[in-house]
């Protein structure tokens, strides 16, 4: 490991992050450092037995942080909103107090030691500020977060590249799994009407990310968007009725009755699709050169039919 530039991985336990870490292991031009809370977990002791090094992190600790990035070329940071549902958490601009508890910094913070300690490039899992791009007319939480802590890397200097996800397609796995009808049919109840909506399987990023650390000279400095193919509504459905052998409609919901469907963040992911219309810029032909292998949502779902057993 000494011989190789380290890079240093958050999150290297969960999705991206562990998509990361694996693909970073199996091109072997870097050592991967794997920062994650818990350094017992089954996922940690497995990125040890693979060969990377295993360290603990919290993002909410900044002497954790600041320990896990000495001596490391580069990082993968990346941030879950949804672990908080805090914008401010997510950025940490100014610090708050919720409750009696101190929210310790996040992205910013990761920013400021990045940039005192030297690194040579840090690629961060971001998206758009929507609520600078639509002039306030749209909030998107999980977005404009990332979107802030994006400008503040860069304003200081950091060499950092982004990369924006499209719409995960693991998410058709879970929360946007087909729903029966009473007619007997299943639908799809996502509000992107007939504008096709970018899609990417996060197990597939970690390749792109891999390739976006052995070219620094060509992405530093650079927002990437990320997207294996963009569907209509229809053609995701039409897709998921071929492979599971079901009838799968569009819903053809709207946003403003998707906001009313009364969930936790309801009203942000319907603002979310939103965005989605104004079609926000993701590269297909760029992810596919960065990640050969990528795979179609057709591919995706054929490996992961058993998460429809219960259809």
Known sequence: MANRKIIAVFGATGAQ?????????????????????DVTQKNALAFRDLGAE?????????????EALKGAHGAFVVTNFWDHLSKEKEVCQPRQ??????????????????????????????????????GGKLKVLHFDGKGEVEEYFWSIGVPMTSVRLAAYFENFLTMWKPVKSPDGYYTLALPMGDVPMDGISVADVGAVVSSIFASPEEFVGKAVGLSAEALTIQQYADVLSRILGKDIRDAKITPEAYEKLG?????ELANMFRFYHMKPNRDIKLTHCLNPKIRSFSQFISDNQGAFKDL
Request: hydrophobic content about 45%.
């Open 17 to 37: 992050g562990g998509s990361v870490a694996r693909s970073i292991l199996e091109n072997k031009h870097f050592a991967v450092r794997a920062l994650t809370r």
């Open 54 to 66: 295993v360290v603990r992190c919290d993002l909410d600790d900044a002497a954790s942080v600041e």
């Open 97 to 134: 107090w919720d409750e009696g508890l101190h929210f310790a910094p996040q992205g910013k913070l990761v920013a400021d030691i990045a940039k005192r300690l030297g690194l040579k490039h840090v690629v961060y899992s971001g998206l758009e500020n929507v609520d600078r791009l639509s």
């Open 263 to 267: 969930f936790p963040g309801a009203d």
